[in-house]
């Protein structure tokens, strides 16, 4: 089975962390937006052209696993994969590295849905980015970062 793969890399800044100098746990959910922001780019496709064209991705649903506590100034690659086209919604898995380390310390996921900017109401997901990942999807090793 083909995935589309992206890989972003993070400096953990000091202002990451809290008070037990560790990476606080809600970062890594921005970790996962940036991560996403970068893959949509990587397609050639970002979020400011997908909201552009009246569409609105919204986070309908967040998971996060902490396996292995980050610090101040590690080098993060966040890898995000997608392993199927959207309809109305799509699921994004992100597995977060220390730059080196075989092992995954954060493993996660975030489903969104699709929303007419205009309306408010869901709607399908745009025909470009659907067009995209299934290109992606169909043709092995692309869109490695």
Known sequence: MNVLKHVSKV???????????????????????QARGDMLRGLGLPYAEIERQGVLI?????????????????LLEIETT?????VAKIRIEYR?????????FVEGYTVHSFLNAATGRPTRAPAQ????IEEALNVPGQRRA
């Open 96 to 104: 977060v590295f220390r730059e080196g380390d075989p092992d995954p």
């Open 11 to 33: 400096r953990v800044r000091y202002a990451d962390t809290d008070q037990m100098k560790v990476v606080y746990h809600g970062r890594y959910f921005e970790y996962f937006e």
């Open 129 to 132: 980015l659907i067009q995209l």
């Open 58 to 74: 919204v986070v309908i649903e967040a998971f996060a696993k902490y396996k292995k506590s980050l610090t101040y100034d590690d």
């Open 82 to 86: 997608v392993r199927e086209a959207p």
